[in-house]
Nanobody
Framework: QVQLVESGGGLVQAGGSLRLSCAAS????????MDWYRQAPGKERELVAT???????YYADSVKGRFTISRDNAKNTLYLQMNSLKPEDTAMYYC?????????????WGQGTQVTVSS
């Protein structure tokens, strides 16, 4: 029982920055991993960045060095800081949370927030 609410998307020029936020509520104590995905029209959904409850992070090669995933436990919020944005970053961005248990993994998804980068 986890709810995710995203915000921060919008229109930005190439080279600019945006910070996406994902506010989590519910049974947050059960979440082991959170991440950001994105999906552009006509393309498959791809993993952008991941952060574990231990602080380990992963980034897709396409965003490495430009994006930073972080969390604020006091605010129960996940962030994605996006710098040096490119038109290729244009996509719907989704926040996800995963409850990894001994039997199965439960996935939770936000509603998505649109990021559009103009050239």
């Amino acid at each position: 029982q986890v709810q995710l609410v995203e915000s921060g998307g919008g229109l930005v020029q190439a080279g600019g920055s945006l910070r996406l936020s994902c506010a989590a509520s519910g049974s947050i104590f059960s979440i082991n991993v959170m991440d950001w995905y994105r999906q552009a029209p006509g393309k498959e959904r791809e993993l952008v960045a991941t952060i574990s409850n231990g602080g380990s992070t992963y980034y897709a090669d396409s965003v490495k060095g430009r994006f930073t995933i972080s969390r604020d436990n006091a605010k129960n919020t996940l962030y994605l800081q996006m710098n040096s944005l490119k038109p290729e970053d244009t996509a719907m961005y989704y926040c996800a949370a995963h409850e990894v248990g001994p039997i199965a993994t439960i996935d939770y998804w936000g509603q998505g927030t649109q990021v559009t980068v103009s050239s």
